[in-house]
């Protein structure tokens, strides 16, 4: 799984990130943390443009130029645990 989320992310995660988290939301900070100055890659994008017009969500593919936001962590963690 980890391997999963550094490809959306574009990022190697610590494994440890992983082995103690307790909640979703919980790796989403941990994660938010992680991602803080960097830009989601070409398969986040994506996948983000994607989830945006699924769930109705346009917000989730706007800034993709930008920082990573919150919400858009959150979808793609949800989406990937699903």
Do not use: C
């Not at 082995?19 to 991602?35: C, K, T």
């Not at 398969?43 to 993709?64: H, I, S, V, Y």
Request: charged residues 35%; hydrophobic residues 40%; without cysteine.
């Amino acid at each position: 799984m980890v391997m999963v989320f550094e490809e959306f992310f574009g990022t190697e995660i610590p494994n440890d990130d992983f082995e103690h988290f307790d909640s979703p939301s919980e790796l989403v900070d941990r994660l938010e943390r992680l991602l803080s100055n960097q830009r989601p890659n070409k398969a986040a994008k994506a996948l983000l443009r994607k989830l945006a017009k699924e769930q109705q969500r346009p917000e989730l593919a706007e800034g993709l130029e930008g920082t990573w936001r919150r919400e858009q962590i959150a979808a793609i963690v949800r989406e990937i645990l699903q």
